[in-house]
């Protein structure tokens, strides 16, 4: 069920969130802004708001349990991940990671692993990346999370391929796409299709590839899936 609090943006506290406009739901996914009729996952809280991080922090205070406050840590992360401002985002993984093992969170550690191992990448620390993405993988699988799932494989996708290790790289990336298809995570999909084609082009069924790739490309212009579009233009 969903979970109402005031809105954490500064603008609508000055008019006073009488009504807790603001509602987290399907167990901390997605959210949605009745005072503004905004709403989505965590993402598109980051890239819609320019106050994002600041605006989570503000919910901190608000949330009404240790649930709430992981989830409002994990999303200051998730800011800090988008602008590659790694330091703090460290930090407010921290705060979550120690909420989340209080309290048995599986499905909250998962994410966690999965959003420390892509800072890693970004810092180009294979083996720490890829060993927060086998946390990941162990943790969504005890909690039965099925999308959390198909991040910590897409991961491990990119920590092998970041060592070279294509085989293993494409195997994780293929078993990424196999959940997606079956869950309908349509757009989480492309991004890992994309690179499935690539190490196939690279191991040489590169006609075959490309030709997968255009209809891969189809679906990242449906969704608007500028990074995969831009890839499969290269």
Not at 1 to 20: F, I, L, T, V, Y
Not at 137 to 153: I, K, M, P, V
Not at 162 to 177: E, I, K, Y
Not at 203 to 227: E, I, K, P
Request: proline share 3%.
């Amino acid at each position: 069920p969903g979970k109402n609090c005031r809105s954490p943006h500064h603008a609508e506290h000055k008019h006073g969130d009488a009504n807790h406009s603001f509602s987290v739901f399907d167990e901390g996914r997605r959210w949605k802004n009745f005072a503004t009729g905004e709403g989505g996952d965590v993402i598109d809280f980051v890239a819609n708001t320019p106050g994002a991080i600041a605006a989570f922090e503000r919910s901190l205070p608000l949330a009404a349990n240790a649930r709430d406050r992981c989830a409002a840590w994990i999303g200051i992360a998730t800011g800090y991940r988008v602008t590659s401002t790694l330091p703090p985002a460290f930090e407010a993984l921290e705060h979550a990671q120690a909420l989340a093992e209080c309290n048995a969170f599986d499905r909250e550690r998962a994410h966690i692993h999965y959003l420390r191992g892509n800072l890693h990448f970004v810092a180009g620390k294979g083996e720490a990346c890829r060993a927060e993405h086998e946390q990941a993988l162990q943790f969504a699988q005890r909690a039965g999370d099925t999308e959390c799932e198909a991040q910590a494989y897409s991961g491990l996708g990119d920590a092998y391929y970041a060592q070279g290790r294509m085989r293993s790289a494409h195997d994780a990336f293929t078993l990424c796409v196999a959940i997606c298809d079956r869950e309908g995570l349509t757009r989480f999909a492309i991004m890992n299709s994309v690179m499935i084609e690539i190490i196939e082009s690279w191991m040489g069924d590169s006609a075959a590839a490309l030709t997968r790739l255009a209809r891969v490309g189809a679906d990242a212009g449906n969704f608007r899936h500028r990074l995969a579009e831009t890839m499969i233009a290269e």
